[in-house]
T-cell receptor, first 111, second 113 residues
C-alpha cells in the first residue's frame, strides 16, 4: 500500500463548477501538505501548502487538511478551462524533508 | 527573476551509457532536490543537496549520483542506463532544506533505448 493515495481520474466537469480533489495518507508524521499543478510535459507548480490541520484559502483555491482522518482536499471554485491539468498532492514531516507524492489526478474542465 | 532552469530539455541515450543532467536554482536558493517522474506517476525523490552537502537520498541505486557546486547549481549523473530509467527528471530549489516551498524546473526528459 502506498503512503499517499490519489485517484488518477480523469475528472471531467463543466466550466464554472466547484471541483474537489482529494488524497489520503497513512503516515501520521506528515505535517506539511502541498498541492501542485502540472501541465502536460511541464514541471509541477506549487499552488499552496498547509501546515498541520485546518483550512487555507488563496483566490479560487481552498486547501483542507483533516489529520484525524488522514485526508486532504483541494477545492477549486468557478473552474476555468485553463485549470485543466494534473493536480498532485505531496506531503512530508517536520524533520524528514523528503516529499511523498500522490500519483496525481487529471482534471478536465469542459467549456 | 529567472526560475529554475534545467538542461538539456530532451535526451536520448542507449542502454549502458551514462548521462549528466544540470540544474540552476532560483537566485538566492541554496537547496536543490532531484526527482524522477515516470509517466502517469507522481515524482519520486532522488537526492537533496544543501550547501554542497547531501542532505537526503531516496531509494535509488548507486548508479545515481549528484553534486552541488559553490554557486548552488547541481548535476545529476546516472551510470549504466537501463530502459527503466526513462522518465522526466525534475529539479526543485528552495531557500533551505526544510523550506516547504519548492519550485520546480521544466524537467529533462530522458529516453533510454
Amino acid at each position: 500500500q502506498k503512503e499517499v493515495e490519489q485517484d488518477p481520474g480523469p475528472l471531467s466537469v463543466p466550466e464554472g463548477a466547484i471541483v474537489s480533489l482529494n488524497c489520503t495518507y497513512s503516515n501520521s508524521a506528515f505535517q506539511y501538505f502541498m498541492w501542485y499543478r502540472q501541465y502536460s510535459r511541464k514541471g509541477p507548480e506549487l499552488l499552496m501548502y498547509t501546515y498541520s490541520s485546518g483550512n487555507k484559502e488563496d483566490g479560487r483555491f481552498t486547501a483542507q487538511v483533516d489529520k484525524s482522518s488522514k485526508y486532504i482536499s483541494l477545492f477549486i471554485r468557478d473552474s476555468q478551462p485553463s485549470d485543466s491539468a494534473t493536480y498532485l498532492c505531496a506531503m512530508r514531516g517536520d524533520s524528514n524533508y523528503q516529499l511523498i507524492w500522490g500519483a496525481g489526478t487529471k482534471l478536465i474542465i469542459k467549456p | 527573476d529567472a526560475g529554475v532552469t534545467q538542461s538539456p530539455t530532451h535526451l536520448i541515450k542507449t542502454r549502458g551509457q551514462q548521462v549528466t543532467l544540470r540544474c540552476s536554482p532560483i537566485s538566492g536558493h541554496k537547496s536543490v532536490s532531484w526527482y524522477q517522474q515516470v509517466l502517469g506517476q507522481g515524482p519520486q525523490f532522488i537526492f537533496q543537496y544543501y550547501e554542497k552537502e547531501e542532505r537526503g537520498r531516496g531509494n535509488f541505486p548507486d548508479r545515481f549520483s549528484a553534486r552541488q557546486f559553490p554557486n548552488y547549481s547541481s548535476e545529476l549523473n546516472v551510470n549504466a542506463l537501463l530502459l527503466g530509467d526513462s522518465a522526466l527528471y525534475l529539479c526543485a530549489s528552495s531557500y533551505s532544506p526544510g523550506g516547504p516551498e519548492q519550485y520546480f524546473g521544466p524537467g529533462t526528459r530522458l529516453t533510454v533505448t
